[in-house]
């Protein structure tokens, strides 16, 4: 327990290697609750990363990592905001990890046994070991502080495992800088490309020259000829180019009834009325004999319409109005029934 015992004497300092990645953290509530909790089913997926899956048994790995390395650093156990903390930590370094490691296979980017000692307590300590170990006095690393730890880690089984998981952390920073030093120089200018672009920025070309519009020469003064006009279109037919067109000619006549159309009409309404006033069936017959749909209404004393409410004194039971003309067409009224309501109201 040495090891844990200097770490807390250093403070608030975490001992877990993290990587920054421009990506937005996972917000994994809806995942690990609710209905469609993958604890609930038999999907333990909780995401994909470059086309590779990543279960909840390898989220929940790298938690159980970083709990545990809070516990020893801190004396306690994360709180609900630094486990929801702790747990974006473990999602990003799974996506740097499903993100980069294949580029790392592929441009044989590794870090070795012994760079990884050299990382630790060589020449070229990782700086996340250099801001742990610091001197009181003079507030620089101090590397006897870190082999003194190292020492006592001998009789610690479980703080050897702690540091292990420690240097671990370390492996993928290192990797990313790596990549970013191969990126950096396998990236160049030529001196051609160099050469090119000063060209480019500096020369200067004086041009003198004439414009004269169109509309300043005289169309008589020019000559064009058929075989002229030919060359051209044939020379420059893309621009030319059009969309299938259809020419169509038509007449338009307009469908107003006539006097003697409207007194057809009328006379017709006249036959058409003395059926309606003996039929029984009156709502069938309106509905056959109506161009719209309008023909059978519930209306109150107070909604009937014009014609039949200005001859209220005549109208009963049965009795049929019209024809009249009603918005350009002739219409029949016909009362089919009263009844009582909480307001007067009648069928036409």
Do not use: C
């Amino acid at each position: 327990m040495a090891l844990i015992n200097t770490l807390r004497e250093k403070g608030s300092k975490l001992i877990i290697g993290f990587i920054a990645i421009a990506i937005g953290s996972f917000v994994l509530t809806d995942v690990l609750s609710g209905q469609n909790s993958i604890l609930t089913g038999n999907n333990t997926d909780i995401g994909e990363v470059a086309g590779e899956t990543i279960s909840y048994d390898q989220f929940q790995k790298r938690v159980d990592v970083l709990i545990n390395n809070y516990a020893s650093n801190f004396g306690r156990n994360p709180g609900a905001e630094e486990l929801t903390s702790l747990r974006n930590q473990a999602w990003l370094l799974l996506i740097a990890e499903k993100s980069f490691d294949k580029e790392y296979t592929d441009l044989d980017i590794t870090v070795s046994p012994e760079e990884l000692v050299d990382m630790v307590q060589g020449k070229n300590i990782s700086p996340d070991i250099q801001r742990i170990f610091i001197d009181q006095a003079t507030g620089q690393f101090s590397k006897d502080q870190l082999l003194q730890t190292l020492n006592q880690l001998n009789s610690s089984p479980q703080g050897r495992a702690q540091w292990r998981q420690f240097e671990e952390s370390l492996i993928p920073a290192r990797k990313r800088i790596k990549l970013d030093n191969l990126l950096s120089k396998s990236t160049f200018v030529t001196d051609a490309e160099a050469e090119r672009e000063y060209m480019d920025q500096n020369t200067v070309a004086e041009i003198k020259y004439l414009h004269v519009p169109f509309y300043a020469v005289n169309d008589s003064s020019v000559t064009v000829s058929d075989e002229d006009l030919t060359a051209y279109i044939k020379n420059h037919e893309e621009e030319y180019k059009v969309d299938w067109s259809r020419t169509i000619e038509y007449v338009s006549f307009p469908i107003i009834a006539s006097p003697e159309d409207s007194l057809e009409y009328r006379d017709e309404l006249r036959k058409i009325k003395e059926e309606f006033t003996t039929i029984n069936d009156d709502s069938l017959y309106a509905a056959s004999n109506s161009d719209g749909g309008d023909y059978f209404n519930t209306y109150s004393i107070n909604t009937l319409p014009v014609l039949m409410a200005s001859n209220l004194n005549i109208i009963k039971k049965g009795t049929v109005i019209g024809p009249y003309i009603d918005g350009g067409n002739y219409v029949l009224y016909k009362l089919s029934d009263i009844y009582e309501d909480t307001v007067g109201v009648a069928k036409a």
